[in-house]
């Protein structure tokens, strides 16, 4: 019930495509679903976040699709760029203590963007 | 102003030793957590800590112990290295009751 099961686990997309990575949880005690990018030799960076109180959020070219319903939430990537080569975590976390919670984290998507 | 430090950035280790990581968080934050990344996986929780008390531990055995020191520094220790303990670890700081991990650029260690 703690997993969070990403897909696909790489993705090849053309320079101005769109990308697009799902996730599905099972506890729906989880509240708080960010996405991480990370480049080689360097840590996780925060993306974008979400909670289930809205079912969409933008930020810029990146946009976060939610169903609570169905349990799952996706990342768009619109324009790809050669430059979003990395690869791509979604995560889960309960705020249960109100605090900096821990999180559980996919499997990792590698996205490749083509010049 | 500088992020998450981690050191050393790269360690080769023998089964049955221990080892010890450090990091800094990132200034204004006081509370540090601990992942694990082993290769082409996402990372793993190990623990988390607030006021020098480790406050949220994940699935991992005694041999990993940690501290936290009154600047908010934390280190990571392993005892009794296993060839399995190879990974990527990463500390992650941030302000307690505000959420938002700034990650390090992590530990590669080696056990062989």
Not at chain 1, 8 to 30: D, H, R, W
Not at chain 1, 33 to 48: C, E, T
């Amino acid at each position: 019930q703690q997993q969070v099961k990403q897909s696909p686990q790489s993705l090849i997309v053309q320079k101005g495509g769109i990308s697009i990575i799902n996730c599905a949880y099972e506890n729906t005690a989880f509240d708080y679903f960010p996405w991480y990018q990370q480049f080689p030799g360097k840590g996780p960076a925060l993306l974008i976040a979400i909670r289930p109180d809205v079912s969409e959020k933008k930020e810029g070219r990146f946009t976060i699709s939610f169903n609570k319903s169905a349990k799952q939430f996706s990342l768009h990537i619109m324009d790809s760029q050669p430059g979003d080569s990395a690869t791509y975590f979604c995560a889960a976390s309960m705020s249960s203590w109100g605090g900096s919670e821990k999180l559980v984290f996919g499997k990792g998507t590698k996205l490749t963007v083509n010049p | 102003d500088a992020g998450v430090t981690q050191s050393p950035t790269h360690l080769i280790k023998t089964r049955g030793q221990q080892v010890t990581l450090r990091c800094s968080p990132k200034s204004g934050h006081d509370t540090v957590s601990w992942y694990q990344q082993a290769l082409g996986q996402g990372p793993q929780f190990i623990f988390q800590y607030y006021e020098e008390e480790e406050r949220q531990r994940g699935n991992f055995p005694d041999r990993f112990s940690g501290h936290q020191f009154p600047n908010y520094s934390s280190e990571l220790n392993v005892n009794a290295l296993l060839l399995g303990d190879s990974a990527l670890y990463l500390c992650a700081s941030s302000l307690n009751l505000v959420g938002g991990y700034t990650f390090g650029s992590g530990t590669r260690l080696t056990v062989v």
